[in-house]
């Protein structure tokens, strides 16, 4: 079954950097339409960044500039370069792998907790 394997969540201050990781196993990885999502206790779960199987991306407007996702096909990892951040970046980040292939293609706002399959999380946690 889809396995997903979130590691790299940590404290860090204001404008330092993380690299998130998601070991994924269980399905072809090249396949999928993948996402890095994000919540906070009290809100609902929203859509970071997606990256499509041509290597297409798309990212919420707060972290345009500042954040990258990628993927590398052949280890089955799917990353989240996490730059410059910010207080209101913390949060629980999840991987997630798409159940249908046209979500890389919606509007990333439209995106939520029935995106597909999901990791158990990896907290990150911004102080100012």
């Known amino acids: 079954q889809v396995q997903l394997v979130e590691s790299g969540g940590d404290s860090v201050q204001a404008g330092g950097s993380l690299r998130l990781s998601c070991a994924a196993s269980?399905?072809?990885?090249?396949?999928?339409?993948m996402g890095w999502f994000r919540q906070v206790p009290g809100k609902e779960r929203e859509a970071v960044a997606t990256?499509?199987?041509?290597?297409?991306?798309n990212y919420v407007d707060s972290v345009k500039g500042r954040f990258t996702i990628s993927r590398d096909n052949s280890g089955n990892t799917l990353y989240l370069q996490m730059n410059s951040l910010k207080p209101e970046d913390t949060a629980m980040y999840y991987c997630?792998?798409?159940?249908?292939?046209?979500?890389?293609?919606?509007?990333?706002?439209?995106?939520?907790?029935?995106?597909?399959?999901w990791g158990q999380g990896t907290q990150v946690t911004v102080s100012s």
């Open positions: 269980g399905f072809t990885f090249s396949s999928y339409c």
């Open positions: 997630a792998a798409a159940r249908i292939p046209w979500m890389c293609r919606a509007p990333i706002q439209a995106l939520g907790v029935d995106f597909g399959y």
């Open positions: 990256i499509a199987i041509n290597g297409g991306t």
